[in-house]
C-alpha cells in the first residue's frame, strides 16, 4: 500500500544553517505530494505541495522538487529562522483523487539562535 | 474566513467512558475528514465525508468508534467505550472536495484515556 517515510528527528540546527529533511514514499500511479507544519499549539498547515514529477513546491522559503526516480520529496531551506521550529510532516495524496492524505511520522525542527 | 473549529480541545476521561467530539468546517467545503493522530506519529484518516455521505471508513474501528455529518455541514465523533490506546489527538480536516487536495486543518481536541 501507499506510505511514507520521513527522517527521524529532532533535527537541532542553529538560526541561519541550511535545512534538509528527508522523505521518501512508496505509492502506485502518480500521486501528490504535500509538507504540512504543526506550529506550538496550532493546527496543521499547509506548506507546499506538488502534483507531478520534477515539479517544484515553495513557500516562505522552504522549497521541495517532486522526484518520481528517486520517488523522494526532501525539504530544503536555505537559512533557516528560530520561527521555524516546529514539526514537520511530509504527505501523499493517491492518484485516485480521493483526497485522503497518508502522512509520515514528522520531522521535529528546532532552531537556536 | 473562519477556519475549521474544533470543540473541547482538550478531554479526559475514564476507560470504558463514552466521549463525542464535534467539528465545524470551513464554510462551503463538502469534504471533512477526522484523523488520528498518535504522540511521534503522522495522522491517520479515520473517516471521509463526501457532503453527508461516508466516502472512506475502512480504518474507523466501527465497534467503539462512530461518525455522523447529517446536515452535511458539522460533523460528531464519538468514542463508546474508550480504551487506553484511544489517547491521542483528533483532528478535523475540510476541503472544498475530495478532488480539491488542499485540506485545512482545526487546531484538533487531545484526548487522555485514563
Known amino acids: 500500500g501507499n506510505s511514507v517515510t520521513q527522517m527521524e528527528g529532532p533535527v537541532t540546527l542553529s538560526e541561519e544553517a541550511f535545512l534538509t529533511i528527508n522523505c521518501t514514499y512508496t505509492a502506485t500511479g502518480y500521486p501528490s505530494l504535500f509538507w504540512y507544519v504543526q506550529y506550538p499549539g496550532e493546527g496543521l498547515q499547509l506548506l507546499l505541495k506538488a502534483t507531478k514529477a520534477d515539479d517544484k513546491g515553495s513557500n516562505k522559503g522552504f522549497e521541495a522538487t517532486y522526484r518520481k526516480e528517486t520517488t523522494s520529496f526532501h525539504l530544503e531551506k536555505g537559512s533557516v529562522q528560530v520561527s521555524d521550529s516546529a514539526v514537520y510532516f511530509c504527505?501523499?495524496?493517491?492518484?485516485?483523487?480521493?483526497?485522503?492524505?497518508?502522512f509520515g511520522q514528522g520531522t521535529t525542527l528546532q532552531v537556536k539562535p | 474566513e473562519a477556519g475549521v473549529a474544533q470543540s473541547p480541545r482538550y478531554k479526559i476521561i475514564e476507560k470504558r467512558q463514552s466521549v463525542a467530539f464535534w467539528c465545524n468546517p470551513i464554510?462551503?467545503?463538502?469534504?471533512l475528514y477526522w484523523y488520528q493522530q498518535i504522540l511521534g506519529q503522522g495522522p491517520k484518516l479515520l473517516i471521509q465525508f463526501q457532503n453527508n455521505g461516508v466516502v472512506d471508513d475502512s480504518q474507523l474501528p466501527k465497534d467503539r468508534f462512530s461518525a455522523e455529518r447529517l446536515k452535511g455541514v458539522d460533523s460528531t465523533l464519538k468514542i463508546q467505550p474508550a480504551k487506553l490506546e484511544d489517547s491521542a489527538v483528533y483532528l478535523c480536516a475540510s476541503s472544498l472536495s475530495s478532488w480539491n487536495t488542499e485540506a485545512f486543518f482545526g487546531q484538533g481536541t487531545r484526548l487522555t484515556v485514563v
Open positions: 504527505a501523499l495524496s493517491s492518484s485516485s483523487n480521493t483526497g485522503k492524505l497518508i
Open positions: 464554510s462551503g467545503h463538502a469534504t
